[in-house]
């Protein structure tokens, strides 16, 4: 079985999306033919400093020449092309979103980030992408030519059916608190419907962006929500899966998704679900399980939460829909085997 090093910046075990996707696809691996050297990068990507840069291309060059590694796009599109160009390695880039992609970011940063990650990708042999809109986006916009790209989508584990037993209706939201997840269009949009029943919690990490954070503390309180939302901050897994035994409704209105892992999981758990139609979420959510919105806009997601919660049956109908598309879904045996064919096709 031919190793494979997985270089990954920061602590693989961030409960994100893209960590917890890392995590599994290395459990998953050996059983798609490959054994995976977790390979840590510094912490600074995806604006690493000079010693950051440094450390990841001296422990890059360590490795024997034509290596297989498998890096995480975080790093790999943040590397300037003179340091990649120096390896010896057979490459394959895993990009869950390009970097330029995420909201928020000056002009001037954009423009950088979509410099280096076009000018870092065209040097990886493979290049592996989470969802079908990034591999339309980087073929677009990358100049990554469709013949290297290889689409693996995150999997999802068999999930029990929500129960939503509550006699008031529970909303869950998971996600970080950072200002692409949207967090204060959702704050904005609950105030709306204050006049409805409802419980809502914010599951996900308050330590990524202290000014979030504080915006959101300061929005709920602002609306007199503090009884109504509860910031749960993260969970581990049973705890997690049990928040979403209990919900109602999921939603999320992120700015942009490279894929939503945590949709997909809503809908293993038969959980409808309302966000918006950005990004990859119109390909995580199909249109007969939740309600998309546009985004940035809380007089929309408010009126799709108010038509949820107001209509019982049609909630439930959304929820049977749910249900049945979660039973489809990849498990991550499905996204251990097409990373497998990208890391095949690096080989010289």
Same mark, same amino acid.
Request: charged share 20%.
């Given at each position: ?6 270089? !990954?910046?920061? $602590? ?20 798609? /033919? ?5 390979? %840590? ?6 604006? %690493?400093?000079? #010693? ?13 020449? +034509? ?40 002009? #001037? $940063? ?8 076009? #000018? ?15 591999? +339309? ?9 469709? /013949? ?20 008031? %209706? ?8 950072? &200002?692409?997840?949207?967090? $204060? ?25 202290? #000014? ?11 609306? /007199?929500?503090? +009884? ?36 997909? +999981?809503?809908?293993?758990?038969? !959980? ?44 439930? &109908? ?6 049945? &598309? ?23």
């Amino acid at each position: 079985m031919p190793d494979v090093f997985f270089a !990954i910046p920061g $602590d693989l075990e961030t409960l994100t999306g893209g960590y917890a996707y890392a995590r599994r696809l290395m459990q998953a691996l050996p059983a798609a /033919g490959w054994f995976p050297h977790h390979l %840590p990068l510094p912490a600074g990507f995806p604006n %690493p400093s000079d #010693a950051d840069i440094a450390a990841t291309r001296n422990t890059l060059l360590a490795l024997p020449p +034509e290596t297989p590694v498998l890096m995480d796009g975080l790093a790999f599109g943040a590397l300037p092309r003179a340091v990649i160009e120096e390896f010896d390695l057979s490459l394959t880039a895993l990009v869950h979103h390009p970097l330029a992609d995420e909201t928020g970011l000056p002009p #001037a $940063d954009v423009a950088r980030f979509k410099d280096s990650e076009r #000018a870092a990708l065209a040097l990886a042999q493979s290049v592996v992408a989470t969802s079908l809109h990034t591999v +339309e986006t980087l073929a677009r916009d990358y100049n990554v030519a469709r /013949g290297r790209l290889y689409l693996a989508l995150p999997g999802t584990d068999a999930a029990p059916r929500a129960h939503n037993a509550g006699p008031i %209706p529970k909303l869950l939201t998971v996600a970080t608190l950072t &200002h692409r997840k949207a967090h $204060d269009v959702l704050i904005d949009a609950l105030a709306r419907i204050s006049d409805l029943a409802w419980t809502g919690d914010l599951v996900g990490s308050l330590d990524r962006d202290a #000014a979030v954070t504080a915006n959101i503390r300061s929005l709920i309180a602002k609306h /007199g929500l503090q +009884e109504r939302v509860t910031l749960r901050g993260e969970m581990k897994d049973a705890a997690l899966a049990k928040i979403y035994a209990g919900a109602d409704v999921f939603v999320l209105p992120s700015r942009h998704e490279g894929y939503g892992m945590v949709f997909a +999981e809503a809908l293993a758990h038969g !959980i409808p679900v309302v966000a918006c139609a950005t990004g990859a979420v119109t390909e995580t959510v199909p249109t007969n399980t939740g309600i998309l919105v546009p985004p940035e806009d809380p007089t929309a997601l408010a009126a799709a939460l108010r038509k949820m919660l107001s209509n019982q049956a049609y909630r439930r &109908h959304l929820s049977e829909a749910a249900w049945v &598309h979660g039973q489809t879904l990849p498990r991550w045996t499905n996204t251990a085997a097409q990373v497998a064919e990208a890391l095949w096709a690096s080989l010289p």
